[in-house]
């Protein structure tokens, strides 16, 4: 059995207001943008993701959303305030790291789960 594999930690991370995009770099080259509406709909707190698959919540109105803010906690995560006021999600590396991974899967996700709620992504 293999050790479990570290999480990525990027080396550098940017925010573009005028892009509504948070910019991870890695050591290894990797640049993943990943834009604020994604990291939104896809916070990973209770608020959103509920307690359990089916009490997950499908988050529209969100086209716009900005970041206004970047808290590390710790050497583990990275706390977003985005401007609707949503700040209790804690973006863990392996998280952020999976979301820039699969970002086209989860935007078409994202998408596909907006239609089947009936929600849009204007506000």
Same mark, same amino acid.
């Given at each position: $059995? ?5 999480? +990525?930690?990027? @080396? *550098? #991370?940017?925010?573009? +207001? ?5 910019? /991870? ?7 993943? @943008? /990943?834009?604020?509406? /994604?990291? +939104? @709909? ?11 698959? =089916?009490?997950?919540?499908?988050? %529209? %109105? !969100? +086209?716009?959303?900005?970041? $206004? =803010?970047?808290?590390? $906690? ?5 706390? #977003? @305030?985005?401007? *609707?006021?949503?700040?209790? %999600?804690?973006? !863990?590396?392996?998280?952020?790291? =999976? /979301? ?8 078409? %996700? ?11 992504? =204007?506000?």
């Amino acid at each position: $059995m293999s050790e479990a594999q570290a999480p +990525r930690v990027p @080396v *550098d #991370i940017a925010v573009s +207001r005028a892009d509504h995009t948070l910019t /991870l770099s890695y050591a290894d080259g990797t640049v993943h @943008v /990943l834009p604020a509406e /994604l990291l +939104r @709909v896809y916070s990973p707190s209770a608020e959103v993701q509920g307690h359990s698959p =089916d009490q997950r919540q499908v988050v %529209g %109105g !969100r +086209r716009h959303v900005g970041i $206004m =803010d970047l808290e590390p $906690m710790g050497h583990y995560a990275l706390r #977003i @305030v985005f401007d *609707d006021l949503h700040e209790s %999600g804690i973006y !863990r590396w392996d998280y952020l790291w =999976d /979301l820039g991974c699969h970002r086209e899967a989860y935007w078409e %996700g994202y998408l596909a789960d907006l239609a089947k709620a009936g929600k849009r992504r =204007d506000p």
